[in-house]
């Protein structure tokens, strides 16, 4: 009898419990959260690896021997590397006829659980790659060990590092298509910008004058007539598209007539499906639109600052205030008189200036950091920030303003004591179904952002009382956009000197080889579908068309054949008649005529060709 109970409840156990991974084992009220912790636990591993990385030069040295997949370039031995897995959803594949219930969809997919496949900013060379991704693609082939550790082919979970130069590393390997591969950035994906970010109201102020209009040097690597206005217009747009819902942005053009706002401060709204941001589109637009003052007069930078801290509206909750200004520097020095140094401060306004380089900078005369100028004074009087760009880097607009989004992060891990947090619901672009993120950004010892880490969790593949008590638990959790911290601190930082360093001074990048080549010629469907998924069939072979198409032209190569004979040799002249187009009727008088004959005074095709319809319908009778 003891012995029946006993099995009795091991039969119950086995029911209600779950495995979740190699150490969660859910059967109570309390596994919501102890699967939640696991998830934060992992993501916070990714995290460190990843600082890890960073500074282990032996990943650059060897990084040309060991190629770095990118999703839309396969290779024939992932064929053998790949595995038939469960997945919520492949759109890619239909299912077999021999499966009943194809409501459900395509649930197999081959995925590689071997290495991590990557994703390059949109019009990313790959012959060419920049400094900073190549740099990132190399140090992070390391998170493959980690990743493995986390996810496994008998329960998919996709796990991921988006590095702050734009590259994006994901396991287990999976293809996408082209068009996903040609305009995905990790950095404007929900879960990468609610790991870093908080409720804030950005000010952006954009140098529109006339210095601002000259060309670039030839260290920003831009096609000819690039102007700093451009830039600035890239920096500004790159901007907006990070921003969360709930926030409120205004840009500001300034030049030495002062300032002027492009409309009023916008809401915005929900992230949507596409990342397009439908109710950013015209700021973009506006922005995409200033042109450079006319007065050669240097732009009145102390304008811009008064009118935009003014303009921060008076909101229910708790928001940071942010005013970032993009200039080449040519700007009238800070009144210290007028500038609004009570406001910002009563406000704990956060004022960023970043400075694009400029010709007159190598000169050993030149003032670059504008040290000789009231700016470091008066930016640190009030705990703000200066910093010149690197040239190369305002190509990836998003990764030149790295100390923007380290500043965000920092703020967001002093909000939420250092702890993942937990993404709102968004489409995932591995599954095509509602997805929530747990992320956690990776920040080194100087402060500065390497790069946002995510496990997604899809709701649907956890058995019913686990997805009860999950979701039940995500409620308690950090998520979505997070309020600031009440008692945030800022701190001045200035730059004061060239901060532009090799990442391992003993190992140079490789110019190539980073990634591995294409080397399967098979379309998506193919290396993808398995199991009850099959490729979809190609197009039924239209005998019709050819069919069509053969007795079309055999009908015109006769009425050709017919009209000439019966024009050259004249014997109806009904039809003559009905011919009077000047192609059919001069080609057939063409033909009567014997090579170099004078018929008419007419000897060159291009004086046939000149004829009338009348004069060769006389001709030709």
């Known amino acids: 009898m003891r012995t029946r109970l006993v099995w009795l409840l091991v039969a119950i156990f086995s029911l209600v419990c779950t495995p979740k991974g190699p150490l969660v084992m859910v059967c109570a009220v309390g596994d919501g959260a102890k699967y939640n912790d696991q998830k934060e636990q992992e993501v916070m591993a990714i995290a460190a690896a990843a600082l890890a990385n960073q500074g282990n030069c032996f990943l650059v040295g060897s990084c040309k021997s060991d190629c770095s997949r990118a999703v839309c370039r396969p290779q024939k031995e992932d064929l053998q590397d790949s595995l038939c897995t469960k997945v919520d959803n492949n759109e890619y594949c239909p299912l077999s006829n021999s499966v009943s219930n194809a409501s459900q969809g395509c649930q197999q997919m081959m995925l590689n659980y071997k290495k991590s496949y990557i994703t390059l900013p949109p019009n990313t060379d790959f012959q060419n790659l920049p400094t900073e ?20 082919p008998d329960n998919f979970s996709y796990v991921y590092f988006g590095s702050v130069s734009g590259a994006w590393r994901a396991f287990p390997g999976r293809d996408s298509t082209e068009e996903r591969c040609n305009s995905f950035d ?107 003052s006319d007065d050669p007069r240097p732009s009145d930078l102390n304008d811009g600052v008064i009118k935009a801290v003014s303009s921060f509206k008076t909101t229910g909750s708790n928001s940071l205030k942010l005013v970032v200004v993009i200039s080449n520097g040519n700007f009238i020095p800070l009144n210290t008189t007028t500038f609004p140094t009570a406001v910002i401060r009563q406000n704990k306004t956060k004022l960023l200036v970043y400075k694009l380089p400029v010709n007159s900078d190598s000169d050993p005369t030149s003032d670059p950091f504008l040290i000789n100028t009231t700016l470091p004074s008066v930016l640190c009087g009030v705990q703000g920030s200066f910093e010149v760009l690197e040239a190369p880097a305002t190509a990836n607009p998003l990764y030149a303003l790295r100390g923007y989004f380290s500043f965000l992060a920092q703020t967001h891990q002093d909000a939420v004591n250092s702890k993942p947090t937990w993404s709102n619901v968004y489409r995932s672009v591995a599954q095509s179904l509602d997805a929530v993120t747990v992320t956690a950004p990776a920040i080194d010892k100087d402060g500065r952002l390497v790069g946002v880490s995510g496990i997604d969790v899809y709701l649907n593949q956890l058995e019913g009382q686990l997805r009860a008590l999950v979701v039940s638990d995500l409620a308690s959790r950090r998520r979505g956009t997070i309020q600031p911290p009440n008692n945030l601190t800022l701190v001045c930082s200035y730059q004061n000197q060239s901060t532009v360093a090799a990442v391992c001074p003993s190992s140079s990048l490789p110019s190539d080889g980073v990634t591995c080549p294409k080397t399967d010629t098979r379309n998506l469907a193919e290396r993808v579908c398995c199991g009850n998924c099959v490729p979809p069939p190609p197009p039924p072979f239209a005998w019709w068309k050819i069919l069509l198409i053969f ?52 000897k060159t095709p291009a004086q046939v060709a000149s004829v009338s319809v009348t004069q060769c319908s006389i001709r030709s009778k």
Do not use: H
């Open 551 to 602: 007795v079309g032209g055999s009908i015109g190569v006769f009425l050709l054949v017919w009209a000439c004979g019966n024009c050259y040799y004249g014997s109806n002249k009904k039809f003559k008649q009905a011919v009077k187009s000047r192609f059919a009727c001069c080609f057939c008088w063409r033909t009567k005529a014997l090579p170099g004959a004078d018929v008419g005074g007419l």
């Open 133 to 152: 991704i190549t740099r990132d693609v190399c140090l992070q082939r390391a998170l493959d060990s980690t990743f493995k550790t986390i996810s496994f």
């Open 186 to 292: 990790s950095r404007w994906r929900p879960w990468f910008l609610d790991a870093i970010s908080v409720s804030k109201q950005l000010m952006i102020l954009v140098d529109t004058g006339n210095m601002m209009g000259t060309s670039v040097t030839g260290e920003f690597q831009r096609p000819l007539g690039t102007t700093y206005l451009d830039i600035g217009i890239d920096l500004a747009v790159s901007l907006i598209q990070t921003l969360s819902p709930g926030d409120f942005v205004q840009v500001w053009p300034f030049n030495s007539s002062g300032a002027s706002p492009l409309g009023p401060a916008i809401n915005v709204g929900n992230y949507d499906d596409s990342g397009a941001r439908s109710e950013l589109m015209p700021l973009k637009d506006s922005v995409k639109r200033l042109k450079r």
